[in-house]
């Protein structure tokens, strides 16, 4: 894949070229549990719990197992939302967006994420990725989206997000 630009990089071919991570957004009700990243990619901003798949690992098993690591909490019904090919300069993926309404436990703090719970009318998008406020609103309301992003020295260069379509397109079901 090199040479190809991010542009250029069809679902099928991102998904080879790149590494896979998850994302969840949590709703209750009005509300939907972020993160304050502690360390990693993202550090210090507001985002969705989740991370890097492992092993022969699904996306869906990643999510389940990323929220019980980050908040103690374990989702019971995790849907996929969405997908996104995201490029910067030190880390690109591609990533898997889940939406959950149904979890058992307490959200804590862990080495990793402090629980932050939002409104979902009044998101703190000031302290979350600038490109968060492209799809996270269309995936609190249960909609569906796929997107490639592009970020050079923390700044979003190139933005494209489609809703209403086939959330598996970059990755596996």
Do not use: N
């Amino acid at each position: 894949m090199r040479g190809a630009t991010p542009a250029a990089l069809t679902p099928a071919a991102a998904r080879e070229a790149l590494p896979e991570a998850t994302l969840c957004h949590i709703v209750d009700g009005d509300r939907t549990l972020l993160i304050r990243k502690q360390r990693g990619v993202g550090a210090g901003k507001l985002v969705g719990p989740g991370g890097k798949l492992e092993g022969e690992e699904t996306p869906r098993e990643c999510v389940v197992r990323e929220v019980r690591e980050e908040l103690g909490i374990r989702v019971s019904d995790p849907d996929r939302a969405g997908a996104f090919a995201y490029w910067a300069d030190d880390w690109s993926a591609v990533v898997h967006v889940f939406r959950a309404t149904a979890y058992d436990g307490t959200p804590t703090e862990s080495e990793e994420a402090v629980p932050v719970w939002a409104p979902v009318d009044d998101l703190p998008t000031g302290e979350m990725w600038a490109t968060d406020r492209e799809w996270l609103p269309a995936v609190l309301d249960g909609d569906r989206f796929r997107g490639t992003f592009v970020y050079h020295a923390g700044e979003p260069r190139h933005v494209d997000v489609k809703t209403g379509v086939d959330a598996v397109a970059f990755g596996r079901p």
